[in-house]
């Protein structure tokens, strides 16, 4: 008697046994595999591919059912191939606007000083960092006593975009336009930002454009010191996306 209820169960267990799908496997080990999606922006393709594969194993889950298992994997999948595909890009996005943000905080202190009337603070940004004195130094005396220091600083404040700036003092209305360059090389990240100047002439506004060449060291002590500003063009051709309605110099 008890022989015979063993067989009935195992009969039960096999009548009631569904293969798993062999598609919704794939796809579930896709998904895990998109995680390297964060890694670098080529491998985004890879939550893309692996939702393809988790979406075709549903179908084919449908199509045979209830013969084939694996709903429960596929779903699971597609879940994460979702949330990889999203965070990856996000995340990437965050880290580069923290870049930039990080960047353009340098280039308008910048323009903040040159408004304040304080070039030799502004000089300052367009040096390394670790070569800048500190906050509470005598800046004006560094420069006085350095042997190139007053041809320096004559040059930085003969520069066009310097001259405007300082001259227009609190009248220039200072706004950031675009990041026109982002490049991350082995040991130095560069960027390129555009800002509109806007101040009043004849009772219009008027706007011109200065390009900061900024970059940062991404090795050694000089990693953790930020950016500096390696050149300032004053640029009188505004971009094609500028409103129509402003007026250059």
């Known amino acids: 008697m008890s022989e015979r209820i063993t067989s009935d ?5 096999l009548a009631q046994y569904r293969p798993y799908s062999a598609a919704a496997v794939v796809g579930l080990l896709l998904s895990a595999v998109s995680i390297v999606a964060f890694w670098h922006p080529i491998l985004w393709c890879l939550p893309v591919i692996a939702a393809i594969a988790n979406i075709f194993a549903l179908r084919r889950i ?18 994460l191939s979702l949330i990889f595909g999203i965070a990856a890009p996000t995340r990437l ?13 340098v280039a308008l202190r910048w323009f903040a000083y040159l408004r304040d009337g304080e070039p030799e603070k502004a000089a300052q940004l367009q040096l390394e960092p670790r070569f800048r004195k500190l906050p ?6 560094y420069y006085r006593h350095q042997p190139k220091g007053p041809e320096y600083m004559e040059q930085f404040v003969l520069a066009r975009s310097v001259r405007n700036l300082l001259a227009l003092g609190k009248q220039a209305q200072v ?3 675009q990041t026109e360059v982002d490049e ?14 806007t101040f009043e002439r004849d009772g219009r506004p008027t706007t011109f454009f200065v390009r900061i060449l900024l970059q940062k060291h991404l090795q050694g002590d000089s990693a953790s010191r930020g950016w500096w500003i390696v050149r300032n063009d004053l640029v009188t051709q505004p971009p094609e996306s500028w409103a129509e309605t402003e007026s250059t110099p």
């Open 136 to 141: 509470g130094d005598d800046v004006w005396a």
């Open 175 to 177: 706004r950031y336009y």
């Open 62 to 79: 449908s199509h045979f059912a209830p013969e084939l298992a694996g709903r429960g994997l596929t779903l699971t999948g597609l879940a």
């Open 184 to 197: 991350v090389a082995a040991h130095r990240e560069t960027m390129m930002q555009l800002y509109a100047v």
């Open 93 to 105: 996005e965050v880290v580069v606007e923290a870049r930039r943000a990080d960047a353009r905080n």
């Open 9 to 13: 169960s195992q009969e039960t267990a």
